[in-house]
């Protein structure tokens, strides 16, 4: 499959909320300083903002509070809650989304003068301690001895998270019809013989088909979607009743089993992360 290029990587049909922004990206931040290995900003937006696939030549890491950020990279959506980041390599191309209100936050990493290498994009616990070295070098009036502290102290506490947050997308074209109605309503309830009837394909085709691509069954892949829409509705102050019932389970019950089947946790548990 050819590789997706930079209009391909918009976040497909996933339901783009009402209201929302759109805002091209910069590929290096304002102030950018030679002397600095780390550059970290921060801003809260008021309305659903969605930035357009870009790259940057700097590593960069997001995170938010009081909100999610949802990131199309390739054929992978990663869902960012509270509590997590993401570390975007140099040079990846990524499009991005953020819920109202949130506060999002990020930090540039020059990769020359970083020490911590990752193999791709990779969710990252975000500790307090970490956190707040971030804050802390985000401070215009940090000299520069102070800052060279700081960032060796980030450097010593970046790790990566045991809960990856990405859901595969199929990106066969037999499956696109499926992927698409998902990401557009997690909530539909239509089974391999239905879906297979409207695609005039047999369901043994689907099966194997979403195997080979995502290493999920359908049903999986499906409950896989549906956790990552429940990560936006949760830091969004949707409860768990709510939430059940916006994606389509009988009963809350339902949702918080099949939650903690995806992210080994339940959805109260990871809130407090």
């Known amino acids: 499959m050819a590789a997706p290029t930079h209009d391909d990587l918009n976040l497909g049909s996933w339901r783009?909320?009402?209201?929302?922004?759109?805002?091209?990206a910069v590929s290096v931040p304002p102030g950018a300083r030679a002397p600095q290995a780390i550059i970290a900003e921060s801003e809260v937006t008021r309305v659903p903002t969605e930035w357009s696939p870009h790259s940057h030549p700097m590593h960069e890491l997001v995170w938010v509070r009081g909100g999610t950020v949802t990131s199309r990279i390739g054929n992978r959506i990663f869902t960012v809650?509270?509590?997590f980041g993401l570390w975007l390599p140099a040079g990846v191309v990524h499009g991005g989304r953020l819920t109202a209100a949130a506060q999002f936050h990020?930090?540039?990493?020059?990769p020359d003068r970083t020490p911590v290498e990752f193999a791709g994009p990779t969710s990252i616990t975000m500790t307090p301690l970490l956190e707040s070295l971030l804050l802390r070098l985000a401070r215009p009036d940090l000299d520069a001895e102070a800052r060279a502290r700081t960032e060796a102290v980030?450097?010593?506490?970046?790790?990566?998270?045991?809960?990856?947050f990405a859901l595969e997308l199929p990106g066969d074209p037999r499956l696109d019809p499926i992927a698409e109605a998902l990401l557009a309503d997690p909530a539909d309830d239509r089974g391999l013989q239905e879906w297979a009837a409207l695609l005039r394909i047999s369901d043994r085709t689907i099966t194997r088909a979403f195997r080979e691509a995502t290493g999920l069954s359908f049903a999986q892949w499906r409950q896989a979607l549906r956790v990552?829409?429940?990560l936006a509705l949760l830091s969004e102050g949707v409860d768990v009743r709510g939430v059940?019932?916006?994606?389509g389970y009988a009963q809350?019950?339902?949702?918080?089993?099949?939650?903690?089947?995806?992210?080994?946790?339940t959805p109260g548990r990871l809130a407090q992360a």
């Open 154 to 164: 980030v450097f010593d506490v970046l790790a990566p998270s045991e809960r990856q």
């Open 81 to 83: 809650p509270p509590g």
């Open 244 to 247: 059940s019932e916006r994606l």
């Open 106 to 110: 990020d930090a540039f990493f020059a």
């Open 16 to 24: 783009r909320d009402p209201g929302t922004v759109l805002r091209q």
């Open 228 to 230: 990552h829409q429940a």
């Open 252 to 265: 809350p019950s339902t949702f918080i089993a099949a939650f903690r089947r995806v992210m080994k946790v």
